[in-house]
């Protein structure tokens, strides 16, 4: 019987992959930063979408080996290394969507903003490069401190001329995945239903899971709520900590940064009913540029911002939404003042 359902397996996979073949569209994604603890799982979870042509994997060490290992999987996408400065131009040519995980992580007792010091530069060269190369792709940073480096890539598209706020996505889709799996542990629900808009930035207080719209609708008690949001928050440096001195998040990342991508490639392929939460150019906030919201994603980037999810808050999300803004500004006024004295 158990052989039988393994054939049965088999014979499912070689139909769907032929089936994918016939309808298989072929995008060429990159990622920047790919031998990296993100960037290897990432680049694994990648080579498996059917919508992927061409992988190209870029880093400044050890890619070789990487994209060696990875090609012998027996997937559709080709997979090809790009080693160091001289080869990153190569690496972006017709590129439809760029991902970003180049740059140190956090070590314990480090915030996110600690790191803005290397990554920083790391972000603005590669954007550089991206500009130069494959302007019209959808970017997709994951580096930290995302609450600035998404508005130092803006302010370099800008000195290059080629910015497309619909296309610069700061990733935060690790907030969703980690509200959804916590939520749904709290409130024994089913892991495929739930559904946690995370809105704000990207590090501490700025993350504010919005567990009022949960969807399927749920009730909280307060205690639940302060529970779950300080959790949520704090869910990073719970990794960095059980890691102890061996980096940050990685594997759940590189699981968040691979629905992100095959979410930019669905809506690239034509697919109408593309929605998750990104940090963007917003005008959902007074004076905050950059905001994280659900998004509508289309084939030109963001199709629309989902104001709606930030009408009636509760008061628990509306006082924590008015505390998480001066920092997120600081954070974006920080990233955009970088840009512009290294112009
Ligand atoms: P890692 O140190 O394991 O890997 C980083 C990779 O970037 C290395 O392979 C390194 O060679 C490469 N790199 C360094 N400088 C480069 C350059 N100039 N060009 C190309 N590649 C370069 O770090 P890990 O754990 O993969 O984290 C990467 C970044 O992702 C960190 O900044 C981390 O804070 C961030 N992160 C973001 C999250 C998010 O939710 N947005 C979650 C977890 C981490």
Redesign the pocket.
């Known amino acids: 019987l158990r052989l039988s359902f393994v054939h049965r397996a088999m014979k499912q996979q070689v139909w769907s992959s032929q089936h994918h073949l016939q309808c298989q569209a072929s995008f060429k994604v990159a990622i920047?930063?790919a031998?990296?603890?993100?960037?290897q799982p990432l680049s694994l979870l990648i080579k498996m979408s059917p919508l992927v042509s061409t992988l190209h994997l870029?880093?400044?060490?050890?890619v070789k080996g990487v994209a060696a290992d990875l090609s012998h999987c027996n997937t559709p996408s080709q997979v090809l290394d790009f080693t160091g400065t001289s080869e990153l131009a190569n690496s972006l040519k017709g590129v439809d969507v760029v991902v970003i995980?180049?740059?140190?992580?956090?070590k314990p007792g480090m915030t996110?903003d600690d790191?803005f010091n290397i990554?920083a530069n790391?972000v603005k060269?590669?954007v550089e490069a991206v500009a130069d190369n494959c302007p019209g792709a959808f970017i997709h940073i994951?580096?930290?401190p995302?609450n600035s480096t998404v508005p130092i890539a803006a302010e370099v598209l800008k000195q290059k001329g080629v910015y497309d706020p619909k296309k610069l996505f700061g990733?935060?889709t690790?907030d969703v995945v980690r509200a959804n799996t916590f939520v749904s542990q709290k409130k024994n629900l089913k892991l495929i239903d739930v559904d946690v808009p995370v809105v704000g930035g990207?590090a501490g207080i700025t993350i504010l899971p919005l567990l009022s719209k949960t969807r399927p609708s749920v009730t909280f008690t307060d205690e639940e709520v302060n529970d779950l949001t300080v959790r949520i928050q704090n869910a990073?440096t719970e990794v960095v900590e059980a890691k102890a001195g061996a980096?940050?998040?990685?594997l759940s990342?590189a699981y968040a940064a691979a629905r992100f991508v095959e979410s930019s490639l669905r809506a690239l392929d034509g697919d109408g009913d593309v929605y998750e939460c990104s940090f963007v150019q917003s005008d959902l906030i007074d004076d905050i540029p950059f905001f994280a919201s659900r998004v509508k994603l289309g084939k030109k980037g963001v199709e629309a911002l989902i104001s709606s999810e930030l009408q009636g808050l509760t008061e628990y999300e509306q006082k924590a939404l008015e505390a998480l803004k001066h920092e997120l500004k600081a954070s974006i006024e920080k990233g955009v003042k970088y840009a512009q004295k290294q112009a």
């Open positions: 920047l930063g031998a990296g603890g993100i960037g870029y880093d400044i060490a050890n995980p180049a740059g140190v992580p956090r996110r790191l990554n790391i060269t590669l994951i580096s930290n995302v990733v935060t690790l990207h990073g980096g940050s998040a990685t990342m």
